[in-house]
């Protein structure tokens, strides 16, 4: 049983999860036992998303084993604590299936190491934007994400928008061959 096995058509429904009779003229005295179902199926699904999965496995595969037992498909999505840093480029194999690649969440590759023990990592499955190579993309940029990506984002912002001669005046920034300088006097 698994929410992620729901459709959103309701007529696929009625024989979507064994826990929900939701068959047509179904007895009303299934109905608790289908709410009950329910229940259970949300429940597992808030687990899934919120936090009470943690990563297992070696090296840099990080293992997440679901509580509702799910596959990868478009708009399945998970959040794990990370049980350690990772040295290569992560991957992410859940509930037996993968590795898979695991994506930063502008869909590049992360970078080594950019996991951290006990950062909780949100992704979901990207087979819609990168149908030829799909892999789980980070949802939430995480500390160390952003490190990286905010370094070398500013390195060249400021690479483009300083003068490369000195300019008048006295502690004034400017690049100066590759390294960036600071005026001494004016």
């Known amino acids: 049983m698994s929410a992620f096995d ?44 919120g936090g009470a999965l943690v990563s297992q496995g070696a090296g840099d595969v990080y293992a997440v084993q679901t509580m509702s037992g799910l596959k990868p498909a478009p708009g399945v999505m998970i959040g794990f604590w990370a049980n350690r840093d990772s040295v290569a480029e992560p991957a992410l194999a859940v509930d037996g299936y993968g590795p898979a690649r695991l994506l930063a969440s502008d869909g590049g590759e992360l970078a080594p190491g950019s996991m951290r023990k006990g950062e909780f990592q949100l992704v979901v499955w990207d087979e819609a934007v990168a149908s030829g190579a799909p892999a789980w993309r980070k949802i939430n940029p995480a500390p160390t994400d952003l490190a990286v990506l905010n370094v070398g984002t500013l390195m060249a912002a400021l690479r483009a928008i300083l003068p490369t001669s ?15 300088a600071v005026t001494t006097e004016d």
């Open 6 to 49: 729901w459709k959103t058509d309701p007529a696929q429904n009625g024989q979507a999860d064994s826990a929900v009779p939701a068959i047509a003229g179904t007895t009303a005295r299934l109905f608790p036992d289908a709410a009950r179902g329910i229940m259970a199926g949300v429940a597992m699904l808030v687990a899934d998303q």
């Open 166 to 180: 000195p300019p008048p005046g006295s502690g004034k920034l400017w690049f100066n061959n590759g390294q960036f």
